[in-house]
């Protein structure tokens, strides 16, 4: 792990280049939260972050995840699961994260509800797209995205408020663009289509997110600007 002055420096420029390029672009930085990935790095790490005073923290697998709510359970953070979520999972997720990013599955969208229903918990889930059709991630189709996030979006434990991508990658950053660009206009279709308010964009990482700022992003997941390079995904 980076040093602890080496973490809070990035994080700190990083939140300004986020403010520049809202005010350049005429958005609300206020509106554009950035999502500290913490996935491989340690709860020390995490704490750190914390301590500078960052709230929003992103994991992509379930039990890396618990172990680190646990052993931080004395501070507040927002825990965000980014990760491909599997249906036998579920169960482990409900009252732990405050939004899931990578919803993708109908089936595990009934799990999850099934599992919240008696506790009471409405779970807040952004629903990932695979736009390039990549095979090894995660994500529904452009085609089949209607008709599964109307049958999500039934289910009274869940409430979908947006949509989330993660594009191929590029060594060009303006290259993801199009991508970020079409994410945000299936949000609008679908919005107009199922009445509802989905205010949430999840899209731009540590190569391309000022990209995904202009393109409208409201949640940025950063990992590697942040924390220095995994030794592991
Ligand atoms: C690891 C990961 C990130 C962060 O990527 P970096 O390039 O390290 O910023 C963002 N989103 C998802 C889904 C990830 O798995």
Same mark, same amino acid.
């Given at each position: 792990?980076?040093? =602890?002055?080496?973490?809070?420096?990035?994080?700190?420029?990083?939140?300004?280049?986020i @403010?520049?390029?809202? +005010?350049?672009? #005429?958005?609300?930085?206020?509106?554009i939260?950035?999502? =500290?990935?913490?996935?491989?790095?340690?709860? &020390?790490a +995490?704490?750190i972050?914390?301590?500078?005073?960052?709230?929003?923290? *992103?994991? #992509?697998?379930?039990? @890396?995840?618990? /172990?680190?709510?646990? @052993?931080l359970?004395?501070?507040?953070?927002?825990?965000?699961?980014?990760?491909?979520? &599997?249906?036998n999972?579920?169960?482990?997720?409900? *009252?732990?994260? /405050?939004?899931?990013?990578?919803?993708?599955?109908?089936?595990?969208?009934?799990?999850?509800?099934q599992?919240?229903?008696?506790? $009471?918990?409405?779970?807040?889930?952004l629903?990932?797209v695979?736009? =390039?059709?990549?095979?090894?991630? $995660? $994500?529904?189709? +452009?085609?089949?995205?209607?008709? +599964?996030?109307?049958?999500? #979006?039934?289910?009274?434990?869940? /409430?979908?408020? *947006?949509?989330?991508?993660?594009?191929?990658?590029?060594? /060009?950053?303006?290259?993801?663009?199009?991508?970020f660009?079409?994410?945000?206009?299936?949000?609008?279709?679908?919005?107009? @289509?199922?009445?509802?308010?989905?205010?949430?964009?999840?899209?731009?990482?540590?190569?391309?997110?000022?990209? =995904?700022?202009?393109?409208?992003?409201?949640?940025?997941?950063? $990992?590697?600007?942040?924390?220095?390079?995994?030794?592991?995904?």
């Amino acid at each position: 792990m980076d040093k =602890a002055r080496d973490i809070i420096t990035r994080w700190q420029e990083i939140q300004s280049e986020i @403010e520049k390029t809202a +005010v350049r672009c #005429n958005r609300n930085p206020e509106h554009i939260t950035l999502v =500290a990935v913490s996935k491989t790095h340690p709860a &020390q790490a +995490v704490r750190i972050l914390s301590q500078a005073g960052h709230l929003d923290f *992103g994991e #992509n697998y379930v039990q @890396e995840a618990i /172990d680190k709510q646990e @052993e931080l359970s004395d501070i507040p953070i927002r825990w965000h699961f980014i990760g491909r979520l &599997q249906s036998n999972k579920a169960k482990y997720i409900p *009252g732990r994260f /405050d939004l899931i990013h990578s919803l993708d599955r109908l089936k595990t969208a009934q799990a999850l509800d099934q599992r919240c229903a008696p506790l $009471g918990v409405v779970q807040k889930v952004l629903i990932q797209v695979n736009l =390039a059709g990549e095979e090894q991630k $995660g $994500g529904l189709s +452009v085609s089949e995205l209607s008709a +599964v996030a109307r049958e999500i #979006n039934a289910l009274p434990h869940i /409430d979908v408020q *947006g949509l989330m991508c993660m594009p191929p990658f590029f060594d /060009d950053p303006t290259r993801a663009r199009p991508f970020f660009r079409r994410l945000a206009q299936e949000r609008d279709r679908l919005q107009d @289509e199922l009445g509802i308010e989905l205010r949430h964009l999840s899209m731009g990482m540590s190569g391309d997110y000022l990209a =995904a700022i202009e393109e409208g992003a409201t949640l940025l997941r950063i $990992g590697t600007s942040i924390f220095g390079h995994r030794d592991y995904d």
